[in-house]
């Protein structure tokens, strides 16, 4: 989070779910705002990058933002509550989970089952931080039923920061 007024991703609003189109062949550029809630890192199934796909992830930090959005830059509120969102593109829908108060979470990353048979059969890891034991958890939703109870939640020893990003690769 770089905050507002320094180029950061608040530097011109806060930030949304926008689709960007690129037509090659005719030279234009369509810009298509999918969802105004502030949120970040949206993910796809990484098969499907630069393609068609129907669900799209992505961290949602609401309090986050309108604390960065206060007059004096102080939050109102000694605490966030944060979210994942599963977005369906196709019905123009979402479902949140939602993580306690004070909880701060990462994108989520989709990882396809390994006999996966639909676009979003598969799971949705994340790093969550933990306020009450001061680390973070990696927290593994079924995407499938994504505001169901995490499948697996795997306690880490120490904080992972909010801005360490990355993919998950099978095993050779």
Partial sequence: ????????????GTAGLDRWTIDLTHGRVRHQ????RPQEFPRVNESLVA????????ASAADMWR???????????????????KHD?????????????GAA????????????SAEDDGYTPAYVHDPERGASDLVVLSAQDFTGRP??????PGRVPLRFHGSWVPDP
């Fill in 151 to 156: 499948v697996a939640r795997i306690q880490l």
């Fill in 33 to 36: 705002r999918l969802d105004d």
């Fill in 89 to 101: 593109l196709f019905r123009g829908t979402s479902q949140v989970h939602r993580f306690p108060k």
């Fill in 51 to 58: 393609h068609r796909n129907r669900y799209a992830y992505s």
């Fill in 1 to 12: 989070m770089e905050g507002r007024n320094n180029g950061g991703p608040s530097a011109d």
């Fill in 67 to 85: 604390a960065y959005g206060t007059v004096d830059g102080v939050p109102p509120d000694g605490s966030f509550s944060n979210g994942l969102i």
């Fill in 105 to 116: 979470t990462s994108e989520a990353v989709f990882v396809p089952s390994r006999s996966a």
